[in-house]
């Protein structure tokens, strides 16, 4: 079983950064593929970004491909997401997600486990 808490969320301007962070607990993270998904206020989860269990392949969705960047640290058991140049329609509740490979875990149907997300607000 694996725990996963998502932070960093908060409020910016667009065209600002923020880092989002999400500590694992439990179970053994450096085999598990970790990504990232967004929900907007009425909108069904979508997919933002995905990383292979060693960290050396990442896939990222054509709408923050260039500005958004995922990364593990395997040793710290953590995964993050670094936003640049932020747009208002990044503004989303932002989750944390696990599963066995990379191309599983690009749909929702693949995940095994989430974390509770972190809301993240872009004003314009």
């Known amino acids: 079983q694996v725990q996963l808490v998502e932070s960093g969320g908060g409020l910016v301007q667009a065209g600002g950064s923020l880092r989002l962070s999400c500590a694992a607990s439990g179970g053994s993270f450096s085999t598990y593929a970790m990504g990232w998904y967004r929900q907007a206020p009425g909108k069904e989860r979508e997919f933002v970004a995905v990383i292979t269990p060693s960290g050396g392949n990442t896939l990222s969705a054509n709408s923050v491909k260039g500005r958004f960047t995922i990364s593990r640290d395997n040793v710290k058991r953590t995964l993050y997401l670094q936003m640049n140049s932020l747009k208002p329609e990044d503004t989303a509740v932002y989750y944390c997600?696990?599963?066995?490979?990379?191309?599983?875990?690009?749909?929702?149907?693949?995940?095994?486990?989430w974390g509770q997300g972190t809301q993240v607000t872009v004003s314009s």
């Open positions: 997600a696990a599963g066995p490979s990379a191309p599983i875990i690009m749909t929702t149907r693949g995940v095994n486990y």
